[in-house]
């Protein structure tokens, strides 16, 4: 009896070492392959909207310059914090070090700040492209862009330093030897932090695309008046439908992201308690995004036809 208790110690000869989590042989199998289908599928996706932006330069607008970022962000969650977070998930002992777990931590919190950023931009884009049409090329420029983007990259990657080394805890005070687990003591700079990094950010993107929403049912409303009779008058209803479908397509996109990411905040912030799995549910945002892309993005069913059957060139 003692030795199957120790059998299942990620350290056998360590009484205070973690105990192992025994899941059936096929249940193990199955829960790695769709972890690894998930992050295979996000880089893939990522990585066609990556290419399409950047070598069509019909492509090059400052809304699209903001889908390039939230791609290369996703990319990356695919590509590291998905594959970590699966063996954080799926294995309770921890072989990979606290630096390699401090790492994980960091860059998980990153890239999640990285998409909510990105999500900020992208609702004041949309904000000025249905409220102010006229202006909306010469207030929002490639360069302009370009300069925020880089901006907010600077400041998540400076602040989540700044946090983790200031605020978080990883594998202090330990449950047992060697876990990978955060401890974020519910104190003034975690209420600051989540004021931050979470209640300003959606305040923000829900602020504007309630102003977008009255806006675009305006604009709607006048569509089917006299004044839109007019010649002049149809091709401005025309550019507003356009940016407003736009607008549209990427309100769903924010509202996916909050959909993801809303249920863990309020377990933690309710029960100060996380779930391994439901954790994982930000996450899969990054999978969800190019998806959005391919259904309501036409450019993206060409170029990716265009990639795939490998007449990049000839495009």
Known sequence: MEEHKDAQNCFPELN?????????????ITLYIFFSLISAVT???????????????QLHTPTNLLILSLAVADLLVGLIVIPVGTVAIMESCWFLGKYFCVFYVYISYLFLS?????????????????????LYHSKITITRMTCC????????????????????NVQLPKRCFEECYIVEGFNWSSII????????????????????FLVARSQARKVFSKE????????????????????????????????????????????????????????????????????????????????????????
């Open 228 to 315: 839109a009779a007019t010649k002049s008058g149809v091709k401005t209803v025309q550019a507003n439908k356009s940016q407003r479908k736009a607008a549209k397509t990427l309100g769903i996109v924010v509202f996916t992201y909050l959909s993801c990411w809303i249920p863990i905040f309020f377990l933690q912030f309710f029960t100060l308690q996380s779930s391994a799995y439901l954790s994982f549910l930000p996450f899969v945002n990054s999978f969800i995004n190019p998806i959005i892309y391919a259904f309501f993005y036409p450019w993206f069913k060409v170029t990716t036809k265009h990639i795939l059957t490998m007449k990049l060139r000839r495009s």
């Open 193 to 212: 932090d989540l004021v931050i990094t979470m209640v300003v950010p959606c305040s923000i993107i829900i602020i504007f695309y309630l102003k977008i």
């Open 43 to 57: 880089v893939f996706l990522n990585v066609l909207v990556i290419i399409s932006i950047s070598h069509f330069k």
């Open 16 to 28: 205070s070492s973690c105990r192992k989590v025994l899941l059936s042989t096929s249940i193990y």
């Open 149 to 168: 983007i880089s901006i907010t990259w600077c400041c998540c990657i400076i602040y989540n330093a700044a946090f983790i080394k200031t605020s978080v």
């Open 114 to 134: 990285l998409s909510l950023g990105n999500l900020v931009l992208i609702s004041i884009d949309r904000y000025v492209a249905v409220c102010d049409p006229l």
